[in-house]
């Protein structure tokens, strides 16, 4: 089964609205971390937000905020206001367990254009 | 504070040969990762250090990989005998070794095997 699924393969938004992203997970363990990371055509991959599975509140960095719904194992990604640098591949991933596992899992991503 | 850095950004080879990429850490970080990522993938996790021992390897890592990370700095990733299926971006990461252990990437090494 997939540890990280993103059903979206790519989505169009206009500049100036919100866009979710659409992630689910699949884990048994309890603890466990979830991120999002940018990657724009030029390749590098940058971090956005995380959410720790023990976190009550939904994580927000600027314009970007975290949909948590522990029960259902999803874990959104919301963009407000898009601009037009907003235009990449977005990648969700998961960090299960806590101690000595490291490893990211990444979802296959979804490709979002913003439009003007 | 400069991030992770990698070199070289592209490398085109032809098959048999064997190619090396290295990796720079943000310095502070203890971890550092190897990733692999094919057309319309999202990365695929290969081996990791913390410090300078490698503490795992995926199943994706075959015997003509090699990956060492000498005095817990920078890292090298070696693949010997090239085929056209390793060509791939090769991603390093690097993580402090603290709370979410936040993974900051490099731009990536293209690698082009023909």
């Known amino acids: 089964a997939q540890k990280i699924t993103q059903t979206q393969p790519g989505m169009f938004v206009q500049e100036k609205e919100a866009v979710t992203l659409d992630c689910t997970y699949d884990t048994s363990d309890q603890s466990y971390g979830l991120f999002w990371y940018k990657q724009p055509s030029s390749g590098e991959m940058i971090f956005l937000i995380y959410q720790g599975s023990y976190d009550e509140q939904n994580a927000t960095e600027g314009r970007y905020s975290l949909n948590f719904q522990k029960a259902r194992k999803s874990a959104n990604l919301v963009i407000s206001a898009s601009q037009l640098g907003d235009s990449a591949m977005y990648f969700c991933a998961m960090r299960e367990g806590g101690g000595s596992n490291y490893k990211l899992t990444f979802g296959k991503g979804t490709l979002l254009t913003v439009n003007p | 504070d400069t991030g992770v850095s990698q070199n070289p950004r592209h490398k085109i080879t032809k098959r048999g040969q064997n190619v090396t990429f290295r990796c720079d850490p943000i310095?502070?970080?203890?971890?550092l990762y190897w990733y692999r990522q094919t057309l319309g993938q999202g990365p695929e996790f290969l081996t990791y250090?913390?410090?300078?021992?490698?503490?795992?390897k995926s199943r994706l890592l075959s015997d003509r990989f090699s990956a060492e990370r000498p005095k817990g700095s920078f890292s090298t990733l070696e693949i010997q005998r090239t085929e056209q299926g390793d060509s791939a971006m090769y991603l390093c990461?690097?993580?402090?070794?603290?709370?979410?252990?936040?993974?900051?990437f490099g731009p990536g090494t293209r690698l082009l095997v023909l």
């Open positions: 310095s502070e970080h203890n971890r």
């Open positions: 250090f913390q410090n300078e021992a490698q503490l795992e």
């Open positions: 990461a690097s993580s402090m070794g603290q709370g979410a252990e936040t993974q900051y």
